[in-house]
């Protein structure tokens, strides 16, 4: 069954750093998102992607976040300037249409130092 | 408006029991209710989601009710086994179009069943 891939799996960066997450949706997915998870905490909702373009955002994701699809395959999420408060567990899902359902990676794990 | 309430945080169950967890939302415009299935270290996957034109959604030993007047859809889990032991969140989203319809979450519940 085709999945979301996510790389690396667990990412250690010291604070005001850059870093990129990684994701590989489904091939034949057109909607892309990011979600994050603070430990214990309840999935929250980051970004949402479509045809080249953020469709909508979050509060969270301000300016120290972007996301690209570089190429046919990857959609990254980079965090421009890392704070402690970013750490979490971040999630990529994919779905063929904005209708759902939305197919979630197995996340990376963030831990900012 | 935009929160999905959860309920409980979390559950025991004895193996073979039934297994209910409960949410309620506020925004009427939401129209897809999906819950998820997390296990440690994975991310949610898919478990059974439903539409609010039909009142119970079954499949296999999952079943969703659905409630619109009172805005609470649940979760029932019958002959709860040992391997479903995780954490389950409801969500909600509504449709627009477009771009992707984004998921808003509960707080999720973790279950544990017991032998």
């Known amino acids: 069954e085709p999945e979301v891939t996510q790389t690396p799996s667990h990412q250690v960066t010291q604070m005001g750093q850059e870093v990129i997450l990684r994701c590989v949706p489904i091939s034949n997915h057109l909607y892309f998102y990011w979600y994050r998870q603070i430990l214990g905490q309840k999935v929250e909702f980051l970004v949402s992607f479509y045809n080249n373009e953020i469709s909508e955002k979050s509060e969270i994701f301000d300016d120290q976040f972007s996301v690209e699809r570089p190429d046919g395959s990857n959609f990254t999420l980079k965090i421009r300037s890392t704070k402690l408060e970013d750490s979490a567990m971040y999630f990529c899902?994919?779905?063929?249409?904005?209708?759902?359902?939305?197919?979630f990676g197995d996340g990376t794990r963030l831990s900012i130092l | 408006q935009q929160q999905v309430k959860q309920s409980p945080q979390s559950l025991i169950v004895q193996k073979g029991g039934i297994s209910i967890i409960n949410c309620a939302y506020e925004n009427t415009a939401f129209d897809y209710f999906p819950w998820y299935q997390q296990f440690p270290g994975k991310g949610p996957a898919l478990l059974i989601a439903?539409?609010?034109?039909?009142s119970e959604k079954k499949e296999g030993r999952f079943t969703i009710s659905f409630n619109k007047s009172a805005k609470q859809f649940s979760l029932h889990i019958m002959d709860s086994q040992p391997g479903d032991s995780a954490t389950y969140f409801c969500a909600a989203s509504m449709g627009i179009t477009g771009g992707g319809n984004k998921l808003t979450f509960g707080t999720g519940t973790q279950l544990k069943v017991e032998l």
């Open positions: 439903i539409r609010p034109d039909v």
């Open positions: 899902a994919s779905s063929t249409r904005g209708i759902q359902p939305q197919h």
